[in-house]
């Protein structure tokens, strides 16, 4: 099984600045199938990117995802208000998926 | 549009059995994979199975293998999680969710809201 390992646990910042999030994953993940899932309190996942770096319907494009193996990256280029939640990796390249434990990004 | 439909809450006692159900609408679902999450109060997100609904080949997390059993019925385009005999431990969220391509095993675009299951005497 792939354990995806994410970092930090908890970023805080303040609106309009970067955010970078990272999923490392303990093996090379099969043809990048790396997805990030923003989750909102009270709410389901959504997902954000699939592929490592395609951007799901209706997300706006200051998110972008990069990496490639084990490494793995999320940025939100400028934050908005609306992007403070909870992110997961997702790894579905294995015939068992997983999920990273999450990296909550909060208001400074 | 495309949805999948949960019961909100269940109540359960230990030792009960539990079916819960997860309702497709607007896409050909026999041909989507389906899988299941599990979110425990304050917790991340864990990955319990899939099913492809076209064949009912089936995988399970070895954390919830033998615990959990992942069914689908094409005939009314619902997947099921169901437990045999609950446990405390078992109280959570659980969440189903789509995968995005036909056929392929895919990233989960289309979530359903969660059924929260509650296990208490």
């Known amino acids: 099984e792939i354990v995806l390992t994410q970092s930090p646990g908890t970023l805080s910042l303040s609106p309009g600045e970067r955010a970078s999030l990272s999923c490392r994953a303990s093996?090379?993940?099969?043809?990048?199938?790396l997805a990030w899932y923003q989750q909102k309190p009270g709410q389901a996942p959504r997902l954000v990117i699939f592929?490592?770096?395609s951007r799901a319907t209706g997300i706006p494009n200051r998110f972008s995802g990069s990496g490639s193996g084990t490494d793995f990256t999320l940025t939100i280029s400028r934050l908005e208000p609306e992007d403070f939640a909870v992110y997961y990796c997702h790894q579905y390249g294995a015939s068992l998926h997983t999920f990273g434990q999450g990296t909550k990004v909060e208001i400074k | 549009e495309v949805q999948l439909e949960q019961p909100g809450v269940e109540v359960k006692k230990p030792g009960e059995s539990l079916k819960i159900s997860c309702k497709a609408s607007?896409?050909?679902?026999?041909?989507?994979?389906i899988g299941w999450v599990r979110q425990t109060p304050g917790k991340g997100l864990e990955w319990m199975g899939i099913i492809y609904p076209g064949d009912s080949e089936t995988r399970y997390s070895p954390a919830f293998q033998g615990n959990v059993t992942i069914s689908a019925d094409k005939s009314i385009a619902t997947a099921y999680l169901q437990w045999s005999s609950l446990k405390a431990s078992d109280t959570a969220m659980y969440f189903c969710a789509r995968g995005s391509s036909p056929v392929l095993d895919d990233a989960f675009d289309i979530w359903g809201q969660g059924t929260t299951v509650i296990v208490s005497s």
């Open positions: 607007g896409y050909r679902f026999v041909s989507y994979w």
């Open positions: 093996q090379s993940v099969n043809s990048n199938y």
């Open positions: 592929g490592a770096s």
